[in-house]
């Protein structure tokens, strides 16, 4: 993994390749590549999609070796949908394989000047890249079909729906599992808007004829792996509940701590929560002959994911996760399993984020343009999106630009970026994530309902304002980290509990690279990570007032606790002096 | 007095999802827990009318005690 790959979608005479080490950007992986070349590479003021944006694309330190958990994607760019920096990963097959051909990033640069669309090619020969107008407005899985066909079963794709051939604000760039079904997404930020824009349809992976990458020090590498998994399983959270439930399993407790925003943020619980809890997921799929434990990634031993079949005992998609269930359930007010699996579904083969679509549906209905709770209509108006037409676009463009056409007030988004899964008034650590993350709320960028709601790593009130900074700030610093490495961020869970989990995977990433990586070492990189991405959005406009939550959190009082943020300016503007 | 108790994930095995309990007033929670023969691990998130509760609080009449496994997600 030691060369960037380099397409130039503006070449005159078409795409042009050319390939070139890592120069300064060696050491770097994940987010930390992505975030370094756009904060380097990319003009600040330019247009999201113009030429002058680049999408990067980087498997993480770790991925591609026999390292457990270490399959995350990370896809980076100037963000359509926050005009500031973007990373969003996705698990799938395809950090493992980039990583594997000896790809540390593979840059997209420049637009192509007619309308033609491509499919880039990338095995251990080389790289094709082939206009491909057949492929037009397919839809996900049918896209992934067509490969299969084309390129053999051995496959894996990254590939963009309808949504990002039309440049959503919403569109997802869609990662291919482990039986290549188009599911795992880089969701958040329009990331498939800026691959539309480039031109590219798909890229197929190949790593056939090449080998799993050797760390510096094979032994001790093989050694520490075997103390993360050992960590893993020990875990409560990654051995026994993530497996068994899903993420789904947090339905319950979120409403239950009146954290679960329901009818657009309306209220911080939701009376359908059980009907759609993780419980009750689990039990329909196994009724259903579908399988509740299942990885997204070879190599994943925690396995929060699944599979979701109709009623007639058919596949529908992949167990919804958390997010989804809640997006396009509470948020809603649809307690229906069936009808979120088909959102779900219907979400991943159009290629849109599930909690962009989730959140600007529960805008369009405070709206009323549909009524809270109907399912039917939900489905409808996603398949819109799927089908272009102007209320589709409308809703594509996510919901602050939906809050905008149809006159709301209550729009759930920071830096135009919709809010996932937990109200910041009842879990305020979360709030200052939301307000703060360079990224737009994203509750992973440091995913405080951990110490808030769940105890792990220690316990901060999520009612009271205070140390909810701090806890954010630490986490913020981590996750910029570990989503540099690969790892998925649950084994977040087992590393803040337990220290020698922790330790392993120093001990791993030091044998990997034949160098010594420390805690601080660690911290470090989260920071600097974190500062370049402030940096680049400081220089497209941002301000500290862009880091603040939308007004009606801190005026209207959240039931049944009765809360509002609280947290105050002059601290959020704190979060980042270390 | 009368509690209303929410159990979760596996806590629900062997046992149920809501039921009303009888108990003597003053009542904590960890004798709440010990009735249910959860073992002092399994009860690792416990909330009393929605907010975070430990296993000294002492229960009140129309209380809801909800008790949660280790679990995370997200």
Redesign the interface.
Known sequence: MDKILRIDMGSSGGPKCTVSDLGGYAGFGGRAMTSAIVAQEVPPLCHPLGAENKLVIAPGLLSGTIAAMSGRLSIGCKSPLTGGIKESNAGGQPAQVLARLGYAAIVIEGKPAGDDLYKILIHKDGVAITADNSLKMMLNYDLVAKMKQEFGEKICCISIGPAGEMKMNAASIACTDMEQRPTRHCGRGGVGAVMGAKGVKAIVLDDTGMPVRTPRDPEKFRDANKRFVEGLMKH???G???P???????T??MS???GYPTFNFQQG?FDGA?KIS??TLAELEKKRGANPTHGCHRGCVIR?SGTYNDKNGNFLTKQPE??TVWSHGGNCGIDDLDAIAMLDFLDDNIGVDTIEMGATIGVAMEAGIAKFGDAEAAIAMVKEVGQGTYLGRILGGGAAVAGKVFGVERVPVVKGQAMPAYDPRAVKGIGVTYATSPMGAD??AG?A??AN????GG?V???KSDGQIELSRDLQIATAAVDSTGMC??IA?AILDQPETFQSLLDMLSACHGVSITADGVVDLGKNVLSMERDFNARAGFTKDHDRLPRFFSTEKLA??QVTFDVKDEDLDRVFNW | MKITVKLFATLRTDRFEQDVLHAESGTSVQQMIDMLTIPPDEAAIIFVNGRHADLRTALSDGDTLSIFPPIGGG
């Open positions: 409560p959270v990654t026994q509940g993530l068994t439930y899903g993420t789904n399993v947090l319950n407790i239950e701590a009146g619980s059980s993780g419980e929060c958390y997010e509750h992973t995913y309902v951990t709601i769940l105890k792990v316990y009130d999520p009612l961020i649950f869970f049944p606790h």
